[in-house]
């Protein structure tokens, strides 16, 4: 598995003053990036559990910033191994922030086969936003599996979870 987290510092003015003239405003923005190319499989009742290698600590606000755009892009997931011959595969996959200084934040999203007779799905894109507000301390933000029971997800060549700073 092969996980990198890089924070970049994202500073357009350079190119936005070239570009548009030198009385254009311009601002920095913060970029905080988590990936994996590792294949990951989840098929079990007991969860949700966090997805390997797609965590961040996203940091205190500040003047400059007080949220962060959060997207878990998950673009090559697929079913297999359906257990049921009445419920059609599907999981869900969510993005949580649970020490928000909004309570706990979730969103998700979910994937599945409309025909039980199925026996492995083709690929299945699912990319997933929230907006988290930024409070006094750095906090975590994950990705998440989750699933009915009734077949394995599994993710192959690539998934990220990446958050941009804003102002509000």
Known sequence: MNAYRTL?????AALAMAALGADAPAAAAEFYYA???ATQSYSTFIGPIPITGLSL????ASSH???????LNMPNL??????STTTPMAAQLSIVAPFSPAGVLIAGGGIGCDNVNVKTS????LTIVLLVPLGANSQPVEGEWNSNGSS???????????AILVKQ
Do not use: E
């Open 57 to 60: 600590t996203l940091p205190a």
């Open 65 to 71: 910033f007080n949220a962060a755009m959060v997207t």
């Open 122 to 125: 083709g690929l299945k894109p």
């Open 152 to 162: 394995t997800v599994t993710t192959s060549t690539f998934a990220s979870l990446s």
């Open 35 to 37: 990936s994996t190319t």
């Open 78 to 83: 697929f079913l297999s191994d359906n257990t």
């Open 8 to 12: 970049f510092v994202l500073a357009p």
